[in-house]
């Protein structure tokens, strides 16, 4: 599965934006989907995922409340919507994709990650 994320900017703190993440393949449809991010001089960490139907979803506790993850399967796409953005939120945000949704070990197919710079 080829991934690409998208949307990723510049916003004050407060402020929301939305990532799209796309597929080149119809097997899109049978893989769960997740968001991973990875600031400046970090590890890569788990932020959201969602299953393969949309119908569950799993988020880290630092994004709970404040970021929605869902995906519209035909347009084999996945999105997250970040609102109340922090300075911490800061990083570049990849998409994934994966086995079980709440597994985060099963996550790969890396794709392409966009920029998130949020000022305070």
């Known amino acids: 599965v080829q991934l690409q994320a998208s949307g990723g900017g510049s916003v004050q703190a407060g402020g929301s934006l939305t990532l799209s993440c796309s597929a080149s393949?119809?097997?899109?449809?049978?893989?769960?989907m997740g968001w991973f991010r990875q600031a400046p001089g970090k590890e890569r960490e788990f932020v959201a995922s969602i299953s393969w139907s949309g119908g569950s979803s799993y988020y880290a506790d630092s994004v709970k409340g404040r970021f929605a993850i869902s995906r519209d399967n035909a347009k084999n796409t996945a999105y997250l919507q970040m609102n109340r953005l922090k300075p911490e939120d800061t990083a570049v945000y990849y998409c994934?994709?994966?086995?079980?949704?709440?597994?985060?070990?099963?996550?790969?197919?890396w794709g392409r990650g966009t920029q998130v710079t949020v000022s305070s």
């Open positions: 393949e119809r097997t899109f449809r049978s893989h769960a």
């Open positions: 994934a994709a994966g086995i079980y949704y709440n597994d985060h070990e099963t996550f790969g197919s």
